[in-house]
């Protein structure tokens, strides 16, 4: 009986504590709800349900009435969206490259990547536009379909060749103009468009393995008879240089034998046999041998001897 008192002595004081404990927390709670903090990089969008004003908000702290006002935040510092075949490196998980189609109805997939940010002075439109949607929301939605669809236009315009290889820096500076003129119109700004690896069927990578293998062999033959166009241009230059060089050396000799010929006497000559004379006399000559003495020639001789005298 004497606790029963007790109790009821005390009931007034625990529901006074109780009632300052319940003011208190609503109090802690209406602080911590009147305000937002903007981080670095972010605006803020501050939108009145009542009046349904915005207003726009720079980093730092953002006052608001709790259940009357709503602070919602974006990025104004560059942000990239990956969507990429190898699970855990892009935004979502697994494989998420886009599937692109080529003019002759072939696919292939890719992996892409997009910088972007919000515009600052259209933070207020994007707000109204996605219904206060944050920007992971945005990602998932817009973004993510604006891309795949600005993406698959712009393949779809050429061949599976140029999607890999020659057109390829076309094809992302064709994605990066449509894609800015979209996501502009919702008060976004695009960076940078990347096109990251292309992934082809089994099919189509083991025909452009077939298809390079041949222009190999292709290139190797034709490498092959230009050397031997070279080799044999060089066998004919090299056989007429010889054919030059023995004609020179011909005509050098006809002229030195027919300079020789001019300056051989027929004195000469005889002084010369003189010289090689071994002592005996010839037992018979022919009509084409050389004369021991010529008489004429050395009575001419004599007279010019004389005539000196």
């Known amino acids: ?63 608001r009435v709790p259940w009357i006002t709503q602070v919602q935040s974006y990025p104004v510092a560059l942000r990239t969206y990956t969507m990429v075949q190898r699970g855990g490196e892009g935004t979502a998980q697994g494989d998420d490259s886009i599937d692109l189609p080529t003019k002759e109805g072939q696919h292939i997939r890719q992996d892409i990547s997009v910088t972007y940010n919000t515009s600052h002075e259209q933070a207020a439109d994007v707000f109204r536009s996605f219904r206060g949607a944050d920007i992971a929301d945005i990602e998932r939605t817009f973004i993510r379909r604006t891309i795949i669809t600005v993406s698959q236009n712009a393949a779809g315009q050429m061949s599976l060749t140029e999607l890999i290889s020659a057109q390829r820096g076309q094809l992302q500076a064709r994605i990066q103009d449509d894609l800015r003129n979209e996501m502009n119109k919702m008060g976004f700004v695009v960076d940078k468009v990347n096109l990251g690896a292309s992934h082809l069927p089994d099919i189509i990578e083991k025909q452009l393995q077939q298809k390079m293998a041949a222009q190999q062999q292709a290139q190797q033959a034709e490498y092959e008879l230009q050397r031997q166009q070279t080799l044999a241009k060089a066998k004919v230059a090299e056989g007429e240089g010889d054919a030059q060089a023995t004609l020179v050396k011909a005509k050098a000799q006809a002229e030195a034998n027919r300079l020789l010929q001019e300056s051989l006497t027929s004195l000469l000559i005889q002084n010369k046999a003189i010289d090689r004379w071994n002592g005996s006399l010839p037992q018979f000559t022919g009509g084409g041998a050389v004369p021991f003495l010529n008489l004429k020639d050395l009575g001419a001789g004599e007279a010019h001897a004389g005539t000196g005298r």
Not at 19 to 39: E, H, K, N, R
Not at 57 to 63: D, R, S
């Open 1 to 63: 009986m004497a606790m029963t008192d007790d109790v009821r002595a005390n009931a007034p004081a625990v529901l006074a504590s109780g009632a300052v404990l319940g003011l208190v927390l609503f109090l802690v709670a209406a602080v911590w709800s009147s305000f937002t903090i903007i981080q670095p990089g972010n605006v803020g969008v501050v939108f009145n349900r009542w009046s349904g004003a915005l207003k726009t908000v720079g980093q730092g702290v953002a006052w």
